[in-house]
């Protein structure tokens, strides 16, 4: 473990100050208070911790506590127990430009580190523009607002760049001032129970872990879809589009969960080479063969949902915008272990049904003695259902041999907490195995890089799929 009580796996929450920039916005309001309220009602957080809301408008103390009870609702258990909880929030009014205004954060900082008894430790959560990442990462150094008596971690949303260039251009202006292990970068997906599960279900069973190479794994198959078109989100989703949105970070992670090589360790460190390796084997293509394994399509209205219209039709959208709304892929990687098997996925907006799901399809008994027999199958599955499913094979009628597929889940579902409630617990217990390590994101930044570069080199077809239905028919051909 190093000195800000990363690395390691143990869940023991932390007394500290938070401080969340942004704490009059959306995502504090829907996420972030929610998610630390569930945790204080599971006892988990105890009554050793302060929020400070900073933001541009001038609130006071009582005003943000009125918001925070409002945005806990009916999850509260009692009208003094939410009031108790919401005691432990303060408001600052703070324009991050402002280098004065990190003065006054301190010494409310130091004053609530003495009521709390937080032990030095605190952690800044940035939930405001990725525009202002560099500017607060820089103001918080360069004022003090570190306390050596204990941990500071930086919490730093998403998206973490448009490319690879403007990723490691935030990174450097945050690595001037933090080391990598105080830095959590948000990539909530990691927080999902079935997306955890993937570690300790490869490697915590020897029968799952001797079946996971080429010579029983057939092919994979991931689904990260969903059923509502981009919504008000023109302005940011033109610009993104579905590869940097959905692929460059969660499904990438996915990939890089389910090829990796066992971690020397169980530390966060450790897991992140196994990601990173397995993230550098994966093979790229050129321009002659991108299209034989990425393919683009876009949304356009169509008979199955009478309020949707063309993508180009949206709010804040080019009317002859090229940016993908789907996209589907095919990859190999040269790992020996994953020799020949092809890692089929998808992801794509206004699809037929919303799910997130893994499929690990296993080969076919060449010599298998009955006539027919369903291959076997492992799925995970992800969102919004939670649990896994394995497909074998059983016996068809009482008087014949005939295989039948037998499915089998656990019986109790795993009963998740929410995914912000558990990226706050592994803030505050310093786990940084579920956040996205620079050298991750560095690798896949450039990955995608590489493929829409080729896209527009090899002025790759945009293929239009109607709203509502299962995407692009160019997809069966990609995956056949
Ligand atoms: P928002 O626009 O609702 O809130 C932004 C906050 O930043 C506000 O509190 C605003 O006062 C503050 N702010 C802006 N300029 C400031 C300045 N100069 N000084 C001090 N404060 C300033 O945004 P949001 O939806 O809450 O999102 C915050 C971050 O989280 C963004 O990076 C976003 O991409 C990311 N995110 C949001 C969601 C979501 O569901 N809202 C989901 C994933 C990621």
């Given at each position: 473990m190093n000195t800000h009580g990363e690395d390691t796996i143990l869940e023991i929450l932390q007394s500290a100050v938070l401080t969340i920039f942004g704490g009059t916005g959306d995502l504090a309001y829907r996420k972030l208070y929610p998610a630390l309220y569930s945790l204080y009602k599971k006892d988990q957080l105890k009554e050793d911790f302060a929020v400070i809301g900073t933001a541009r408008r001038e609130w006071d103390d009582a005003y943000l506590r009125e918001v925070v009870i409002d945005s806990i609702g009916d999850a509260k258990i009692s009208d003094e127990h939410v009031e108790k909880f919401a005691?432990?929030?303060y408001y600052q009014s703070h324009n991050v430009n402002d280098v004065e205004n990190y003065d006054t954060l301190n010494e409310l900082i130091d004053k609530l580190e003495n009521k709390y008894q937080t032990c030095g430790n605190r952690i800044f959560y940035l939930s405001v523009s990725p525009s202002l990442f560099g500017t607060i990462a820089r103001n918080l150094k360069l004022q003090h607002l570190e306390?050596?008596?204990g941990f500071t971690r930086l919490v730093i949303e998403k998206p973490f760049g448009n490319d690879y260039e403007s990723s490691k251009k935030l990174n450097d202006e945050i690595m001037e001032h933090f080391e990598e292990e105080q830095i959590y970068r948000v990539d909530h997906y990691l927080e999902k129970d079935w997306i955890q599960a993937i570690i300790p279900f490869r490697f915590s069973n020897p029968v799952i872990e001797s079946l996971w190479n080429h010579n029983m794994i057939d092919f994979i198959n991931i689904k990260v879809n969903e059923t509502l078109g981009i919504g008000e989100r023109g302005v940011y989703f033109d610009e993104t589009g579905a590869l940097r949105d959905m692929f460059q970070n969660h499904i990438l992670q996915l990939i890089s969960l389910l090829l990796m090589k066992r971690p020397s360790v169980l530390s966060s460190s450790a897991i992140s080479e196994a990601k990173v390796e397995a993230l550098q084997?994966?093979?790229?293509?050129t321009v002659e063969n991108i299209d034989n394994h990425f393919i683009r399509g876009q949304y356009k209205a169509g008979s199955n949902n009478k309020d949707a219209?063309?993508?180009r039709q949206?709010?804040?959208?080019?009317?002859n915008s090229m940016t993908e709304t789907y996209v589907a892929g095919k990859l190999l990687s040269n790992d020996?272990?994953?020799s020949g098997?092809?890692?089929y996925f998808t992801t794509g907006k206004y699809l037929t049904k919303k799910v997130t799901h893994v499929d690990i399809h296993f080969k076919e008994d060449k010599d298998s003695i009955f006539d027919e027999q369903t291959a076997n199958k492992l799925s995970i599955l992800i969102d919004p259902e939670q649990t896994i499913e394995l497909v074998?094979?059983?016996k068809k009628a009482e008087y014949t041999l005939d295989p039948a597929p037998l499915s089998f889940q656990p019986t109790e579902p795993s009963k998740s907490a929410g995914d912000y409630e558990k990226l706050m617990y592994h803030v505050f217990s310093g786990n940084r195995t579920h956040f996205v390590h620079w050298n991750e994101l560095e690798v896949s930044w450039k990955f995608v890089d590489h493929i829409l570069e080729n896209w527009e080199k090899a002025d790759s077809p945009l293929h239009f799929y109607e709203v509502n239905t299962t995407g692009p028919e160019a997809t069966n051909e990609l995956f056949n």
């Open positions: 005691s432990h929030f306390n050596e008596r084997q994966l093979q790229t293509y219209v063309d993508y949206e709010p804040n959208v080019s009317a020996n272990n994953w098997v092809p890692v074998l094979n059983g």
